[in-house]
């Protein structure tokens, strides 16, 4: 059959995303990930160097996703199939345009770990993110704040005359427009996907890119790559140069085999084919490759320990098998970014699909002749020539219109081309994708002013980039304006003016909650946390007088009604932060996160029997952050002397020297 694209609709158990946090995220970003400065003077010059681009100071202006449950229900998800004889491969365009499965027809198997619910859970940058099938992550180290967002999707004439499928969207952390396109070669069984990130600025930008898949564990899985050597990362936070496949008296390529969740970035020489594969007992699996753009090949896993399982079994549904990640990006570890030139464009071609090897030398003793086995298997299926060659014939495709319409992403991109001007050919940002979040900012654009507010809602999105910014200074001042500027002063770096912006706004506004959490957050960043308990109580109370029960209200009430708690019992004010808790409201104090601030503050207020009833009555935490164990140790800690139960452990290693268990 040629190859054909088709809508379909997939339907899952699901829990739902749930309404953005309208509170800006002003603060700094929680990185699990990040090299201490001591071991980075020792790595090569060249890693060290790409280690120095500074991380985002904050998610902004992308808002958090973390108002999503654990109660699942059936839900239809938009999808779109590639399909030929040997291959079927579902995309799910709504959620990052994630690979939800590669199915191989000929065999009848799965090659991904297809997660059978869709459960979000804390790892992204700005919160939700879920498990399962092929991600892409730009932006920043970590997954990606698209990784739950739509997608534009169109259908694109392919390279070989077929039918191919563009994804594409505009990246609000680098400010970086890219495109991922998936076509499958008639009568091949692997999945094609170029790749391009393009800097329309004139100035170079820090670029990132790792592709993440998901593959099934089983005891006898077993990872392979064209390297001799790993950098090891663990939740030490130490990269260590390490041996491949032994290390510490055990075979890492087998991911049961490590008992802590770690990182094994693999250290692949400049001219060897760029290649990673998982394996089964039967020395079947899947393998990606690429061109050479993309070096880096990594493998994640969870562990065999009580932690690791603890955190798959969160992830999906009882029963579901487990999974590792075989992953492929632009530099060798995570930990760096490459510099994309003003008017650059970066691309490369990654190919997925089905490899049968001899399984006797795949899991044989000699680690070489496993990988020369992998290697040669893969170059009778599809050599590393065919790879290159397919590249140059995408990339005279790369630039050509869509033809059909299947989905749509975000405004932000329109506004972005509607404010430089700037021609992306293949990628068409439409006027018509502009919504009610962009539009106060193309008023902007074309008045010099923000509108007033309508209805009284919580204020929308900012914008932090520096035109946009400089747009807000010249603006007339009004509070909604002084709010914005503060934000984007406060993103650059520029607080003291963030604050004296938010603080002209304050005595001008009749809405005075979200200047006032700004503040509040100021103050807790500079040290002085009883002025910011007094201003989120103050900016708590005014929204309780303003607040409706429709819109993002109830979200507003939730997030700055847990900060507000927080502040205040950090403060030692128990009393108020009862006051603000019995103005939730019951959906809201039902919820798990809230459970475990209610304990916190039945502890507060001398009540320890109380708050150990909640956690015996139990409760999950549905934004519980990758290595957040800690609260809910801590708080367990003081309630008793008693071991945490099970249920409340996601420790994924043991308490570290004078450390707490993450």
């Known amino acids: 059959m040629a190859t054909t694209v088709r809508r379909t609709v997939l339907t899952l158990p699901a829990a739902p995303l749930g309404p953005a946090n309208p509170l800006p995220a002003l603060r700094p970003l929680t990185r699990l990930h990040t090299v201490d400065e001591r071991v980075r003077a020792e790595l090569p010059r060249d890693m060290a160097r790409q280690m120095e681009c500074p991380p985002p100071r904050t998610v902004l202006p992308v808002r958090l996703l973390d108002g999503y449950g654990r109660d699942r229900a059936p839900a239809d998800l938009d999808a779109l199939v590639i399909e030929n004889d040997l291959l079927r491969v579902t995309v799910l365009p709504s959620l990052g345009g994630r690979v939800h499965s590669l199915y191989h027809r000929p065999t009848g198997r799965e090659l991904l770990y297809r997660n059978p619910v869709l459960q979000p859970a804390a790892f992204a940058l700005n919160g939700a993110w879920f498990s399962g099938g092929i991600e892409w992550n730009i932006g920043s180290t970590g997954h990606s704040t698209l990784t739950a967002a739509p997608l534009h999707a169109a259908v694109v004439p392919a390279p070989d005359g077929g039918e191919m499928v563009r994804l594409w969207e505009w990246e609000r952390l680098r400010d970086l427009p890219f495109q991922i396109d998936l076509w499958l070669p008639e009568d091949s069984a692997f999945l094609h996907v170029g790749i391009r990130i393009r800097n329309p600025h004139e100035r170079a930008v820090p670029v990132y890119w790792w592709s993440n898949t998901a593959v099934e564990e089983h005891p006898a899985t077993r990872v392979l790559a064209p390297a001799d050597e790993a950098w090891h990362f663990g939740y030490d936070r130490a990269l260590k140069r390490v041996p491949v496949p032994d290390y510490r008296g055990e075979d890492r390529t087998y991911p049961?085999?490590?008992?802590?969740?770690?990182?094994?970035?693999?250290?692949?020489?400049?001219?060897?084919?760029?290649?990673?594969?998982?394996?089964?007992?039967?020395?079947?699996?899947?393998?990606?490759?690429?061109?050479?753009?993309?070096?880096?090949?990594?493998?994640?896993?969870?562990?065999?320990?009580?932690?690791?399982?603890?955190?798959?079994?969160?992830?999906?549904?009882?029963?579901?098998?487990?999974?590792?990640?075989?992953?492929?990006?632009?530099?060798?570890?995570?930990?760096?970014?490459?510099?994309?030139?003003?008017?650059?464009?970066?691309?490369?071609?990654?190919?997925?699909?089905?490899?049968?090897?001899d399984s006797g030398t795949v899991h044989g003793n000699t680690w070489a002749a496993a990988c020369a086995e992998v290697e040669s298997a893969l170059a009778a299926v599809l050599p590393r020539r065919a790879v290159e060659e397919a590249h140059r014939a995408w990339l005279a495709t790369a630039d050509t219109a869509p033809v059909r319409t299947l989905a749509t992403g975000s405004g932000w991109g329109a506004l972005e081309q509607l404010r430089s001007g700037t021609e992306l050919p293949g990628t068409p940002f439409d006027m018509s994708t502009l919504g009610e979040e962009q539009r106060p900012w193309r008023d902007l654009l074309t008045t010099g002013a923000l509108p007033a507010p309508g209805a009284v809602s919580p204020p929308g999105p900012s914008l932090v980039a520096p035109y946009w910014r400089d747009?807000?200074?010249?603006?007339?001042?009004?509070?909604?304006?002084?709010?914005?500027?503060?934000?984007?002063?406060?993103?650059?770096?520029?607080?003291?003016?963030?604050?004296?912006?938010?603080?002209?706004?304050?005595?001008?506004?009749?809405?005075?909650?979200?200047?006032?959490?700004?503040?509040?957050?100021?103050?807790?960043?500079?040290?002085?946390?009883?002025?910011a308990a007094d201003r989120h109580l103050a900016a708590f109370d005014d929204l309780c007088r303003e607040r409706r029960e429709d819109g993002a209200w109830p979200a507003a009430t939730a997030a700055l009604g847990r900060e507000a708690i927080e502040a205040l019992l950090h403060a030692g004010r128990a009393a108020d932060a009862r006051s603000v808790w019995l103005r939730l409201g019951a959906g809201i104090q039902?919820?798990?996160?809230?459970?475990?601030?209610?304990?916190?503050?039945?502890?507060?207020?001398?009540?320890?029997?109380?708050?150990?009833?909640?956690?015996?009555?139990?409760?999950?935490?549905?934004?519980?952050?990758?290595?957040?164990?800690?609260?809910?140790?801590?708080?367990?800690?003081?309630?008793?002397?008693?071991?945490?139960?099970?249920?409340?452990?996601?420790?994924?290693?043991?308490?570290?020297?004078?450390?707490?268990?993450?």
Request: with cysteine; glycine share 12%; net charge negative.
């Open 471 to 531: 747009m807000l200074e010249t603006a007339p001042a009004d509070p909604l304006t002084e709010y914005h500027l503060g934000v984007a002063q406060w993103h650059a770096g520029d607080r003291a003016q963030a604050v004296r912006s938010w603080e002209r706004g304050l005595a001008l506004a009749s809405s005075r909650w979200p200047l006032l959490r700004c503040l509040a957050v100021a103050d807790e960043e500079d040290g002085h946390p009883r002025r």
């Open 590 to 662: 039902r919820r798990g996160r809230f459970a475990l601030l209610h304990a916190r503050l039945l502890l507060a207020e001398g009540h320890p029997e109380r708050a150990r009833a909640v956690f015996e009555e139990g409760f999950e935490v549905p934004d519980l952050r990758e290595g957040g164990a800690r609260e809910l140790v801590e708080v367990w800690s003081a309630l008793t002397d008693d071991p945490l139960p099970e249920a409340y452990d996601y420790r994924t290693q043991e308490t570290p020297a004078g450390g707490t268990p993450r």
């Open 256 to 357: 049961q085999r490590g008992e802590h969740p770690a990182d094994y970035f693999y250290e692949i020489d400049a001219g060897t084919r760029k290649w990673i594969a998982a394996l089964d007992g039967s020395g079947r699996g899947l393998v990606q490759t690429s061109t050479d753009a993309l070096r880096g090949r990594k493998l994640f896993l969870w562990g065999s320990g009580r932690g690791g399982r603890r955190w798959q079994r969160w992830l999906t549904e009882p029963g579901t098998t487990g999974y590792a990640e075989i992953q492929a990006g632009l530099a060798r570890t995570q930990f760096e970014h490459l510099r994309l030139a003003e008017g650059a464009e970066l691309g490369w071609l990654e190919c997925y699909g089905p490899l049968a090897a």
